[in-house]
């Protein structure tokens, strides 16, 4: 059996929302979940499978049809988020109408979300639900016999017009059992990071599940509960990049440093065993201290990405974040002086949050100078909290989540808080937030001469090219 796995463009301006600038300048991550999965199928099973990556490769849709064509597949999976969901079903569409036998199966935190309404869009044969790997491989083990579909937990499918939901998948717990990515089906060339000096780059998961209650966040396909991998299993894994030609990482995990004995484990092992290698991790800043900070950079730790969200203790506590400021100047400090570099997060447009709450936000962002900015405008997404409460207000006026879900269309603009500000008005304090920062003479000057080489000098310019240019591509929603 031929099983074609499908990362779809991440066309954000199908549903007019506005991605920060630096999500835009970032450059092209590796497809990690597809790799996840196409690494337990090629050790648990007989399939070939192949991976086709329409974002890094920039296929238009002649060329996606082009492409499955060659490949035949009986099976083809789609990763899907409620951002691609269009694109993804223009794929569906075209993989029916190159071969209607192929199977379409679907999986990620949309269909998880909204299983049946995406299992109703025409050409969808099956939905996995929850953590993949173990679920899409049963799923092909049996996928021509109907009877013992129902056996297999985690799938969605259609009976007729009856929508049939299998028992629940459960959480993988040793995620030590799991193989790595299947990186070798991809062109490791085609990936690269503004924020790393070297090329290629991967991404990389260590843990799954969050054990924090921020108000705006929900990973329901992943639960709440923390799951690491080993740290020599981490480090086993960087090793097998390196010998792909892969020295910088991206790890993806919502918090990284969560169990610090295991942060250090980590750190210990790319020191003993004398890897050469650079990353950038995830964390919240009442997870770390002095010490951690000072290894992590001695093992090669680069950046890390701090979600301070707000620049109010009263928005913080809305957003549930728990933290406060005098503990995040702390950490910033701690951890530039470990030669660390820092990215901060915030949102603006929190419940309640007034114009000089958004201007208080900006100043802390100024003050704490990180030496990149993420800024955006909360968007209440489906199963979290603070889109709850905005039904629940009237704030959100409907359930256009699931609205969307059920009849997907261009030109969908995404929920925001609408208390106190029109979306005009969020964008244009977004506009004045990022230009507030990154136009100050002083962070221009930092910034070139923390550049190490020609070719990351080029990467950056053109990301600076697009943060100062960014305006139309704001305001367009």
């Known amino acids: 059996m031929r099983v074609l796995l499908i990362n779809p463009t991440a066309n954000f301006e199908v549903m007019g929302s506005n991605p920060s600038a630096l999500e835009e300048s970032r450059g092209h991550s590796p497809p990690l979940g597809l790799l996840l999965l196409a ?69 990620g935190p949309h269909t998880h979300l909204f299983a049946e309404e995406t299992i109703r869009l025409p050409g969808i044969d099956f939905l996995v639900l929850g953590e993949g790997e173990r679920n899409f491989a049963a799923l092909l083990e049996q996928i021509d016999d109907p009877a013992a579909l129902s056996q297999v937990p985690g799938l969605v499918f259609l009976e007729g017009d009856r929508v049939v939901k299998t028992s629940a998948p459960g959480l993988i717990d040793d995620l030590d059992a799991l193989p790595f990515p299947a990186r070798h089906l991809t062109d490791v ?70 169990r610090r004995e295991r942060v250090l484990e980590f750190c210990d092992l790319i020191l003993r065993r004398g890897l050469d290698v650079g990353y950038d991790v995830r964390a919240r800043v009442d997870t770390v201290d002095a010490e951690m900070l000072k290894k992590m950079a001695r093992s090669g730790c680069r950046g890390i990405h701090y979600g301070v969200e707000a620049g109010t203790a009263r928005i913080l506590e809305v957003l549930g974040k ?20 820092v990215l901060a997060y915030f949102m603006i447009g929190a419940p309640g949050e007034t114009r000089s709450e958004i201007h208080e ?76 920062f990154y136009r100050r003479p002083e962070y221009l000057f930092k910034r070139i001469l923390a550049v190490r080489s020609p070719d990351e000098l080029l990467r950056k310019a053109k990301a600076g090219l697009r943060l100062l240019t960014m305006k139309s591509k704001i305001q367009r929603g």
């Not at 993804?88 to 993989?95: A, D, G, K, Q, S």
Request: charged content about 25%; aromatic content about 10%; hydrophobic content about 40%.
């Open 39 to 107: 690494g337990y199928l090629e050790a648990h099973s007989p399939w070939k499978v192949a991976i086709l990556d329409t974002q890094a490769l920039a296929l238009s849709y002649e060329q996606i049809a082009a492409r499955i064509k060659a490949a035949r597949p009986e099976v083809v999976g789609i990763t899907t988020m409620t951002q691609t969901l269009i694109d993804v079903l223009r794929i569906v569409e075209i993989v029916k109408a190159q071969s209607p036998s192929t199977r379409v199966v679907l999986g």
């Open 189 to 258: 060339r085609l990936y690269d990071s503004v924020l790393s000096p070297r090329r290629p780059v991967t991404t990389m998961f260590t843990s799954r599940g969050c054990p924090f209650v921020c108000t705006f966040c929900d990973r329901p396909h992943l639960g709440k509960k923390f799951r690491a991998r080993s740290a020599e299993n981490v480090v086993d894994e960087m090793e097998r990049c390196i010998a792909l030609g892969i020295r910088e990482f991206l790890i993806y995990d919502d918090t990284f440093t969560v």
């Open 322 to 341: 728990g933290i406060d400021l005098p503990t995040v100047e702390r950490v910033f400090t701690e951890t530039k002086r470990a030669g660390i570099q």
């Open 361 to 436: 936000t900006f100043r802390v962002a100024r003050t704490l100078d990180p030496d990149f900015l993420h800024l955006t405008i909360l968007t209440p997404f489906p199963g979290t909290k603070i889109y709850r409460q905005g039904l629940a207000t009237g704030i959100i006026e409907r359930d256009v989540w699931r609205d969307f879900a059920r009849r997907p269309h261009l030109g969908f603009v995404p929920p925001y808080w609408g208390e106190n500000f029109s979306l005009d008005e969020l964008n244009d304090l977004l506009l004045e937030g990022y230009r507030g």
